[in-house]
């Protein structure tokens, strides 16, 4: 199993440009979760899918920020335009669509907005 | 988002000591408490977890401890080893797991050898 995989891994832009962060969940999980992860606010949910629906958006900090899914196994998540307060580790995950399961996250996409 | 306070921030142990890392939280429709472990420059992984129906959990050296009414949960590491040294996430989720995680701000836990 290739786990959750995300692109890119990591990502140099200026404020202004539009950033579009990828991730491929593993094969057969329902839910699909977007983190962001900083120094000063720790790890954040910003938007969770099921099914390719998107169920709670209340953690996308502003407008500048969208999330899609497509289909189940393509997530993107966008950023037009990015700020420097932007820069941080965006993580996706996924989990089987059963409880109590575990969150399986991917490796990270690390956004360095100049 | 409910908030989860963890604590200490940072933590030294020597080998073969117990490492406990505490939290707290607020929201009662929690229902599932996972611990993440996240070595530098990877994505946080399930070390283990607990549901609010049982007071201990136990997976090898690794041991949670829940207490409902207290709203509190705490990890445990017997015979800490240098292997173990990373950050560690308390978190917790409604909906039989099923909700995005709320998670702690993280303990970063160094074992001396």
């Known amino acids: 199993d290739a786990g959750v995989i995300q692109s890119p891994r990591h990502e140099v832009t200026e404020m202004g440009q539009e950033v579009t962060l990828r991730c491929k969940p593993i094969s057969g999980h329902n839910s699909l979760f977007w983190y962001r992860q900083t120094m000063m606010r720790g790890l954040e949910l910003l938007i969770y899918f099921n099914n390719n629906v998107p169920i709670d958006d209340s953690g996308m900090p502003e407008d500048r920020f969208s999330a899609k899914m497509p289909n189940a196994s393509f997530s993107t998540l966008k950023i037009q335009p990015s700020e420097p307060r932007d820069s941080a580790v965006y993580f996706c995950?996924?989990?089987?669509?059963?409880?109590?399961?575990?969150?399986?996250f991917g490796p990270g996409t690390r956004l360095t907005v100049l | 988002q409910q908030q989860v306070k963890q604590s200490p921030q940072s933590l030294i142990v020597q080998k073969g000591g117990i490492s406990i890392i505490n939290c707290a939280y607020e929201?009662?429709?929690?229902?599932?408490f996972p611990w993440y472990q996240q070595f530098p420059g990877k994505g946080p992984a399930l070390l283990i977890a607990i549901r609010p129906d049982v007071s201990e959990k136990k997976e090898g050296r690794f041991t949670i401890s829940f207490n409902k009414s207290a709203k509190q949960f705490s990890l445990h590491i017997m015979d800490s080893q240098p292997g173990d040294s990373a950050t560690y996430f308390c978190a917790a989720t409604g909906g039989g797991g099923a909700d995005g995680l709320t998670f702690g701000k993280g303990t970063h836990l160094i074992i001396q050898p």
């Open positions: 929201n009662t429709a929690f229902d599932y």
């Open positions: 995950a996924s989990r089987p669509d059963t409880s109590y399961n575990e969150q399986f």
